[in-house]
């Protein structure tokens, strides 16, 4: 039998040329997809980083009275402790702040007279205070919510965030004020409910003074959230 070329026989064999442009051109978009697939990771993780810092970073206070406002037009009950909460009625971390007074005013009965100032400017249209948050606070049992025009009662009693709140002793003393949410827009445990309940029930306050998490209330010209405040919303 005539053998052919000996060097036909191996022509079906790549050469080491075509195999390393082959092998390269397979590996480029494996490479590619995980160097995206890390890009992607570093981007989640630095997000979740930025959001955590601003869930847990708390808005500044000025509270600096000790009793209840001579100059105010709210009624104190001299015969029960008071808890006031300051509110500006389009701030989505304030909802929290809602759900945690619904479940501190189910453990203290009828111990407090819990009043909401809700901060109504003159300057907005009627009822642009009574936002789904209004209702919210409104839906309490026991809770009295109260337009407050102009902030001008929030300003008697000091508060300068959303969701920031005082609790007084019958005789008008000042012994707690802070947020009662752990972090912005998030419900549960934390130490303001603590000391209000635990007040409630007769026992002594550990802490007078608790973060508060939230907008400035009086703070924007334009009347709405601080931009901070609005990031809750896509949340």
Known sequence: ????NSTDSFDWIPRADAISTQTS???????????????WGAGVASGMVVLWNYSSAPASQRTHI???????????????????????????????TAEELARIAR?????????????????????????SLWNLFSDIPGVHVVSDYNGEEIQQFGASTSGECLLF???????????????????????????????????????A??????????????????EDCALELTR
């Open 107 to 131: 453990y203290v009965n009828d111990t407090l007279d819990i009043i909401v100032l809700v901060y109504a400017p003159e300057s907005m249209p009627a009822d642009w205070e009574r936002t």
């Open 25 to 39: 051109g397979k590996l480029f978009p494996v490479v590619a997809l995980w160097v995206l697939i890390a890009l």
């Open 1 to 4: 039998m005539q053998r052919g």
């Open 169 to 207: 002793d019958p005789s008008g003393n000042l012994v707690f004020s802070g947020g009662i949410t752990g972090a912005r827009g998030h419900v549960g445990d934390n130490a303001g409910s603590a000391n209000i309940v635990a007040f409630s029930r007769g026992h002594q306050i550990h802490t």
């Open 209 to 226: 003074q608790t973060p508060v998490f939230g907008c400035s209330i009086l703070g924007n010209q334009n009347e709405l959230p601080s």
């Open 66 to 96: 000790s009793s209840w406002p001579v100059h105010s037009k709210i009624t104190r009950r001299e015969s029960q402790s008071s808890l006031v909460i300051c509110v500006h009625p389009h701030c989505p971390c304030t909802r929290a």
